[in-house]
């Protein structure tokens, strides 16, 4: 069972132009939620977290929001520059003994045209 | 700094073979993981340190042994290992303060080939 979906495995966008990324999740005791970026034969970079009490976090040309109603975050990334090309993974954990455990999405491949 | 180094970069060992995987960071974190990764596939947690202490094992053969030998070290133990073992493996590192978040920070990684 797939606790974190992420279900548009790819995404083409223009340079300047808005990347939106989706991410849902079905697991009511997730509490905080992560974005990493890769790139191949890398490790993950950390970009971006939102804990489930707010609903937007900023970070320079990265923003995340956060529905829980639905279940959903994005993360928005403006303008987008062709260094963003990576794959990008939503991660979620819970309260609990399970705080240290990240679930992680299957990923989506942005892709920034020039 | 949030930089967590791995040794070696590459790694490729025949099934007899022994060797280790080592990890360190110097970010004063307390809590260390080692994940695996296939290509096209997001990380696997293998196992979790907090303290120095094995804090969970997700039910990792014991052809993969860890080992934390202070809290800026961690190591990665190989033996035996089969083909399919063959991966990027990541350690990562976090904080294990609630008010701070889990954010974990991830090494550059060793790509394990067994032949």
């Known amino acids: 069972d797939q606790q974190v979906k992420q279900n548009s495995p790819s995404l083409s966008v223009q340079e300047g132009r808005i990347s939106i990324l989706n991410c849902d999740y079905t697991?009511?005791?997730?509490?905080?939620f992560l974005w990493y970026k890769k790139y191949p034969a890398e490790g993950p970079t950390f970009l971006i977290s939102i804990s489930s009490i707010k609903d937007k976090n900023e970070d320079g040309r990265f923003t995340v929001f956060l529905n829980k109603s639905a279940k959903h975050l994005s993360l928005h990334i403006v303008p987008s520059q062709p260094g963003d090309s990576a794959v990008y993974f939503c991660a979620a954990s819970g309260s609990g003994g399970s705080n240290y455990k990240l679930t992680f999405g299957k990923g989506t491949l942005l892709t920034v045209n020039p | 700094d949030t930089e967590v180094t791995q040794t070696p970069k590459h790694l490729v060992m025949g099934m007899t073979n022994k060797k280790s995987l080592k990890c360190e960071q110097h970010?004063?974190?307390?809590?260390m993981y080692w994940y695996k990764q296939k290509a096209k596939k997001p990380p696997e947690l293998m196992f979790v340190y907090s303290y120095e202490k094995l804090s969970i094992n997700e039910s990792v053969p014991s052809r993969f042994s860890p080992e934390c030998p202070n809290s800026s070290l961690l190591n990665l133990h190989l033996h035996a290992l089969q083909p399919e073992d063959s991966a990027l493996y990541l350690c990562?590192?976090?904080?294990?303060?609630?008010?701070?978040?889990?954010?974990?920070?991830f090494g550059p990684g060793t790509r394990l080939t067994v032949t």
């Open positions: 990562a590192s976090s904080h294990p303060v609630r008010a701070r978040g889990y954010e974990q920070y």
């Open positions: 970010m004063g974190h307390r809590a």
């Open positions: 697991n009511s005791m997730f509490d905080y």
